[in-house]
């Protein structure tokens, strides 16, 4: 027992620390750093960096196929693009921003000063962002067949015949292999980090059933780190030893398996997506409570569902693999626990909705984009129980109804709630509000290209237009609808560029905002915005899930009743 | 904001940040798992299916030895770990140095094995399906045996200039579970590679 | 290799952690000087704020992990050390050498203390910007502050009971039905017991028409058993729906009746689908919403269990079930 202050007072920055320096020592600051703020900062920015290399690539393969034969790049290009733009979206988009909101709020949540290991953190962060660059020096420095820099080629699963030296000559390949492996050491680097900050680093009283779900759910993102990733580590040293060693692993001649490539990326791949889409689901857990200014609905069974979203994706991986052919006891299985897995989600769905019902609900851009969220991530669940279906996967697997459907969860979910987080933590970041009225530009832009898009992919596919395909005849009935699908892609562009101007303008002459804008209720909108290096002067002590609500309203706190 | 100050009872404090180093520890010992056992199911997946000889049952023999030398430097670890412990820093220093050269011994009869494996019955990791896995998996966890038997000198160079001391326990505690795991590993590969397989 | 370089290393580091404590003026991060620095404590003070937190709140600095670029160096090393297998075995070697360093560096920042530097305590905010909202409260109930919405519903009992008024609506509704298009009452009788109760042949539209003892107990047998059903769900539903039972019943009502019936009409009897005006079959479920809805709204709202704790809604009689948290309020 000892005695406690049961919250800290807020604090702002010293004044000396606004002033100007030159541009050579804001970078030292940067490179040196392991504060988790900084780094998160830098994960973010990182991974926006990519997010727009991306969404370039994806742009101009949206250009080439909106009308038919069409030759604006060569079907090498084509390849390319695509396997860049899946391998860039995934490892060095997506994956560095769930980690940039992990890495910046983590702490502050659970009223911690930092990670539980400062400089791993700072490794981490260097290991994935070199990771990246290693990947885009194949541009440069790949000597492929013809001796000049070329991409990898072989798409963001590089399965296996087309991995082997006789297929894949030169080193693209292997930059993909080596690209994923460093950044892979970084990510495990950073789940442990999560993962034992959230176990030891917890302020007094903060029990396990008090973190705000958002702690909860980037915990089961980083034991699903930890054990998925390890998978696919595992599965590219294998491949490099093929390559580099003359190994047999993936070599059907040799007596080796194809297949069993497939299942190795993909018992990585599936809980991948989870590792993904449990972030955006923390985000959305937080933002959606304080804008319907009622606490989340079902917080015990919140968890409950996030932990068996865990364990059961972690046995899901092969339906993306029922059209390889599988034994039927394999595909019945794969197909019961991929329709399992809808359940803990339409739990969560159903909880959301919850809090929302006869909440007073104020619509703000965050709250605009979480309730987007929610509509898109439905319709992407319900196509991914469609394609859970064994039969209905081998009519459609592999077609643009997939794209469309994993599209939907990754950019109608994932992106939708990152859009969200940023909109409601940018003011605690950079202690300026982003502006509302471009920000709702922002949003109906891109949800209109979003629905133009995505909505209308699902008809390509229905109509059997393969994916990865660098063309198509004008007879096969897909021109106007893949038309409409690239045009979509200029409201999504417009939108972004809304997102940016915003973020450009608020950085530079935003309005200052208080501590707490949106009267919030957990532990990072107790201290300043931006938040001083040690985050809380005075460790503070928590009683409930709400503690600033307790301290907001000491005649009625939330501790009396949990 | 109320400043009064309030009791925390002792059960509502979460783990303490001393036990950062074992938790990270056990992440990262998951994450090595993950990573291993994605090896070991590759090789029982391929055992059997190697097109052309040599075959396991012809070139492999069981490592009793230097098996039994690697398990027992468990032991010896354990026992220095108690000494330091107490602070019985001569005891620790012994130990220590002992797992060091148990695992040495495991080190140079892998490397023995694999000589003779390449040079006399003519096995390389690009010979067939069964040298390919053989030599990753044995190799992974050779190269672990490497990276504990560095730390482990390291941390042995320490002590004899006299600067580990009793309160580095803790710390030489998290180490010292690494090489329980590598330890542990080896039961798998052993039991895997030159019993089930063979 | 470097292990003597990094016994050497150690051994510096030591000397020159030892006086550590007592320097009071230190370089900040921001490069001035905070001379009005408290002393602080030699050895991991970051580590024990996060145990325990510091019994001085007025002090002025606070032990953060010191910056370094030695985790960047490492990175570095190790990402060429990999980047050498794509491009050049050099590469590699200046790679190694690096993580080498690398590690070495690292070592001397967390051996055999951790590096921190002191930041200094802001000043504090004057106050917030947006004050905290008012909020107003709702006098739910007085035992409770806070209660599951809504207090009072309408028991499950109402839903069964509305369930079976609406059922005798029905009836009237489907046997008005009978008499208007086919001068019979008993034909929706032997239509529904149809639907499972099959005889060995299809019935002529003749004997459809007549009443039959069997299939007459089995249609009312099948209807109540229906009816009780559909009742059952519509009052476990009530509590969603505080308000307007006559409304929401009329089209909660129909929608359930459709979802159980459709389900065994579907493959039990499918003959039985050609039978059926689904225009009037739609007007009688209407029919029995609404009555469902208006014998609901008819019934007395009860207080819900939902406030109560567990041991009071499983009927455990003891003083003191209500207060517990109030007390210990009191305590504090």
Redesign the interface.
């Known amino acids: 027992?000892?005695?406690?202050?049961?919250?800290s007072?807020?604090?702002?920055?010293?004044p000396?620390?606004a002033?100007s320096?030159p541009l050579v020592?804001v970078l030292h600051?940067w490179?040196?750093?392991?504060?988790h703020k900084k780094l998160g900062v830098m994960y973010f920015s990182y991974g926006i960096l990519f997010l727009v290399i991306g969404g370039v690539e994806a742009s101009i393969m949206r250009a080439q196929l909106a009308v038919a034969n069409n030759h604006l790049v060569s079907p090498e290009t084509f390849n390319r693009l695509f396997t860049m733009h899946g391998t860039t979206m995934i490892f060095f988009a997506a994956m560095p921003i769930v980690f940039g909101f992990a890495n910046y709020l983590m702490p502050l949540m659970i009223g911690?000063?930092?990670m539980?290991?400062?400089?791993?953190n700072?490794?981490s962060f260097?290991?994935s962002a070199?990771?990246g660059?290693?990947l885009y020096?194949?541009f440069i420095?790949?000597s492929g067949l013809y001796g000049a820099g070329t991409a990898p080629d072989v798409g963001w699963f590089a399965y296996a015949p087309l991995t082997s030296p006789a297929f894949s000559v030169g080193?693209s390949t292997?930059?993909w292999i080596?690209g994923i492996?460093?950044s892979g050491?970084?990510s495990?680097g950073t789940?442990?980090?999560v993962?034992?900050?959230i176990?030891?680093?917890?302020?007094?009283?903060?029990?396990?059933y008090r973190m705000p779900l958002f702690a909860w759910m980037n915990t089961v993102m980083a034991v699903l780190v930890?054990?998925?990733?390890?998978?696919l580590?595992?599965?590219q040293?294998?491949l490099?030893?093929?390559r580099?060693?003359?190994?047999?692993?993936f070599d059907t001649q040799?007596?080796?398996?194809a297949v069993?490539w497939m299942h190795?990326f993909w018992?990585f791949g599936h809980p991948e997506v989870y590792i993904l889409v449990l972030p955006a689901f923390a985000i959305v857990s937080e933002v959606i409570p304080v804008f319907s200014r009622k606490p989340i609905f079902g917080y015990s069974i919140m968890v409950a569902a996030t932990v068996s979203i865990g364990f059961i994706s972690l046995g899901v991986w092969a339906h993306h693999m029922f059209t390889v052919g599988m034994t039927s006891y394999a595909n019945a299985f794969f197909v019961a626990s991929t329709a399992a897995i809808a359940v803990p989600t339409g739990i969560k769905i159903f909880n959301w909705l919850g809090t929302m019902w006869?909440g007073k609900i104020r619509y703000s851009v965050a709250m605009m984009f979480c309730v987007g969220f929610l509509c898109q991530f439905l319709i992407a669940g319900l196509t991914g129980i469609m394609l859970s279906a064994a039969p209905f996967d081998w009519q459609l697997g592999n077609s643009y109804f997939v794209v469309a459907h994993f599209h939907y969860v990754i950019l109608g979910g994932i992106v939708m709630a990152v859009f969200a987080g940023v909109y409601y933590w940018f003011p605690k970041v950079t202690g300026k509000m982003l502006s509302e009225t471009l920000g709702k530009w922002h949003f109906w832009l891109f949800v209109i290209g979003f629905h133009l898009t995505f909505d209308f992919m699902h008809i390509p596919g229905l109509l059997g237009m393969p994916r990865r395909i660098y063309t198509y005849d004008a007879s096969r009935g897909w021109e106007i609808w893949n038309l409409i699908v690239s045009i979509g892609v200029i409201f999504q562009v417009l939108g972004i560029l809304f997102w940016v101007v915003n973020l450009i303008i608020t950085f530079y002459k935003g309005k200052?905002?208080?501590?707490?804008?949106w009267?919030a209720w957990t532990l990072e909108w107790s201290t300043?915005s931006p938040p001083?290096?040690?985050n809380f002067?005075?460790?503070p002590?928590v009683r409930s899930r709400r503690p600033l609500w307790d301290?907001?309203?000491?005649e009625?706190p939330d501790w009396?009743?949990e | 904001m109320a400043a009064t100050t309030m009791a925390v009872p002792q059960s509502e404090m979460p783990l303490s940040a001393h036990m950062r180093g074992k938790v990270g520890m056990w992440c990262l010992i998951a994450a090595e798992s993950a990573i291993f056992s994605i090896f070991v199911v590759a090789y029982l997946y391929y055992a059997g299916k190697s097109l052309s000889g040599p075959t396991p049952a012809q070139v492999l023999e069981v490592p009793i030895f230097t098996s039994i030398c690697l398990f027992s430097s468990s032991l010896t670890i354990l026992v220095a770990e108690k000494a330091l412990h107490i602070g019985n820093i001569k005891r620790f220093g012994a130990f220590w140095l002992l797992t060091i050269v148990l695992g040495v011994i495991f080190l140079l009869g892998t490397a023995r094995e694999w000589h003779g494996l390449i040079y006399e019955k003519g096995l390389t990791i690009s010979t067939n399906l069964f040298g390919t896995t053989f030599y990753s998996l044995v190799g992974l966890h050779a190269f672990h045996v490497i990276v504990g038997a560095t730390g482990l000198t390291i941390i042995m160079i320490f002590t004899a200039l006299g600067h580990v001391r009793q309160e580095h326990s803790e710390r030489i505690g998290v180490f010292a579970m690494y090489w329980h795991f590598v330890d542990a590993i080896w039961v798998v590969v052993l039991s895997v590679v030159y019993f089930i397989t063979r | 290799m470097g292990g003597g370089a990094v016994g050497g290393v150690f051994h510096y580091a030591l000397k020159k952690q030892i006086p550590r404590g007592p320097k009071s003026v230190r370089v900040m991060r921001n490069g001035t000087y905070a001379a009005q620095l408290r002393l602080c404590p030699p050895r991991n003070q970051f580590m024990n704020n996060s145990t325990q937190p510091e019994p001085n709140p007025e002090r002025k600095s606070i032990e953060m992990p010191a910056p370094t670029a030695w985790p960047f160096a490492m990175a570095m090393g190790t990402s060429l050390t990999f980047a050498g297998l794509l491009t050049n075995a050099t590469v590699s070697v200046l790679g190694a050498i690096l993580t080498i360093f690398g590690a070495v560096g690292w070592f001397r920042e967390v051996l055999p203390h951790e590096h921190h530097e002191a930041i200094p305590v802001g000043p504090e905010e004057p106050a917030a910007v947006v004050p905290p909202r008012e909020v107003m409260r709702m006098e739910v109930a007085q035992q409770v502050q806070r209660a599951w919405l809504p207090i009072r519903i309408y028991p499950i009992s109402a839903g069964v009971k509305g369930g079976l008024a609406g059922g005798v609506a029905m009836a009237i509704l489907a046997m008005i039905y009978g008499v208007a298009m086919y001068h019979s009452v008993w034909y929706p009788v032997n239509l529904l017991a149809g639907t499972l109760y099959a005889p060995s042949s299809t019935p002529t539209m003749e004997a459809m028409m007549h009443f039959r003892m069997d299939w007459f107990l089995f249609a009312l047998a099948m209807h109540i058993t229906m009816c009780l059903l559909v009742g059952l769900l519509y009052g476990a539903m009530l509590p969603l729906l505080p308000t307007r039972p006559i409304l929401l019943g009329g089209i909660i009502g129909p929608l359930l009746w459709t979802g159980l019936l459709y389900h065994i009409l579907g493959f039990v009897n499918p003959l039985l689908d050609q039978r059926i005006n689904w225009w009037w079959f739609a007007v009688s479920q209407v029919g029995f919403g609404m009555v469902a809805g208006f014998v609901v709204a008819r019934q007395t709202k009860v207080l819900t269990a939902e406030n109560m704790p567990l041991a009071m809604r499983a009927g455990i009689e003891a003083p003191g079930l209500m207060h517990e948290r109030g007390d210990e309020d009191k305590k504090q």
Not at chain 1, 1 to 7: F, L
Not at chain 1, 199 to 205: E, I, K, S, V
Not at chain 1, 244 to 249: D, K
Not at chain 1, 512 to 517: H, I
């Open positions: 027992m000892y005695d406690a202050q049961p919250m007072r807020p604090m702002v920055v010293s000396e620390r002033g320096r020592q600051d490179i040196v750093t392991v504060d911690a000063r930092d539980a290991f400062p400089r791993l700072a490794w260097w290991m070199l990771g660059i290693i020096f194949s420095g790949g080193h292997d930059y080596i492996l460093v050491f970084g495990i789940a442990l980090n993962l034992t900050t176990l030891c680093m917890r302020c007094p009283g903060m029990k396990l930890l054990v998925a990733i390890g998978p580590t595992a599965a040293i294998m490099l030893i093929d580099y060693l003359g190994g047999h692993f040799a007596g080796g398996s069993i190795f018992i006869g200052k905002t208080g501590n707490d804008p009267d300043t001083p290096d040690y002067a005075t460790i002590v301290s907001k309203h000491p009625d009396k009743y």
